[in-house]
């Protein structure tokens, strides 16, 4: 389901404004081309969650993931964060080779991505070690 640009104006507004969460964009041509999201968790003390990890089809394969990833983890060590969790689909897609590249491993088992959805998704963790990652 898409969201409207309002939704996604104040959502970028709000993460604009807080102290325990940062949304951090790829920009290519001056357009937003992936996005990710990280938020210190509320239910886990020391831990931070990435969610909406993306980027634009025309994008991929030119390191915005990467990046992407790399300033969120470098964001969340930065608020004493010493792990991060994350969900993916489950496949051997381009976003698990690159979370397992990171060092992300599996916790837990599988389960349904959403209420009726076929697609498994997996829950995967990093432990954050040392100084901030550049």
Do not use: N
């Amino acid at each position: 389901m898409a969201w409207p640009d309002a939704t996604w104006a104040a959502r970028i507004a709000a993460a604009a404004c807080a102290t325990t969460g940062t949304g951090l964009f790829a920009v290519k041509g001056g357009q937003v081309a992936g996005l990710v999201w990280c938020q210190l968790s509320d239910a886990r003390r020391g831990a931070a969650d990435i969610y909406q990890m993306w980027v634009e089809p025309g994008a991929r394969g030119l390191g915005a993931g990467h990046l992407l990833l790399m300033q969120a983890l470098a964001w969340a060590q930065s608020r004493g964060a010493g792990c991060v969790r994350l969900g993916v689909t489950l496949g051997d897609s381009p976003a698990m080779q690159l979370y397992l590249a990171h060092g992300f491993r599996a916790v837990g088992r599988p389960g349904p991505l959403r209420e009726g959805s076929e697609l498994m998704a997996q829950a995967m963790e990093l432990q954050l070690e040392g100084p901030a990652r550049r």
